[in-house]
């Protein structure tokens, strides 16, 4: 009898054994989709990720491209608006007050030309009276009528 129950024992075992064995081999299966889909997971989030990436890079490099054209069109606009005040300012005669002072004629000229252009500057409403040329056209106003 003990041989009996020896073999029902072994045989018990042997069926334990390879009961765990295969619940073993199917938890390693599992691991393995469970890595397998983290894995495709971060490949299509990171997919993703690259694609607004790349679609925020181009948004980017198309405002920037928009902010060079219109940057091109404003100072094409003010060499425009420069060339005819240049042309008006050929054919403005600045009237001649008859003066004690000592200021020369060419010096007349000069200081009609800069009053014209620091008015026709302040009048575009893209310069103040704060900005750096205006001052600088200013200071050269008074130059010329202090001399």
């Known amino acids: 009898m003990e041989k009996d129950e020896m073999d029902r024992k072994i045989t018990s075992l042997e069926k334990a054994k390879l009961h765990y064995k295969e619940s073993w081999t199917k938890a390693l299966k599992e691991l393995i989709n469970v890595r397998e889909r983290a894995q495709q997971d971060a490949k299509r989030r990171l997919h993703h990720e690259q694609s607004l990436m790349e679609h925020a890079r181009l948004r980017y490099l198309s405002l920037e491209d928009q902010k060079l054209k219109d940057n091109n069109r404003l100072g094409e606009d003010v060499e425009n608006l420069k060339g005819e005040i240049n042309k008006m300012r050929d054919h403005i005669i600045v009237p001649q007050k008859e003066s004690t002072d000592k200021t020369l ?26 900005d750096p040329l205006i001052q600088e056209l200013n200071n050269k106003i008074n130059l010329l009528q202090n001399p």
């Open 105 to 130: 004629p060419q010096d007349k000229m000069a200081l009609g030309r800069l009053i014209e252009e620091r008015n026709s500057l302040l009048n575009t409403g893209v310069y103040t009276k704060d």
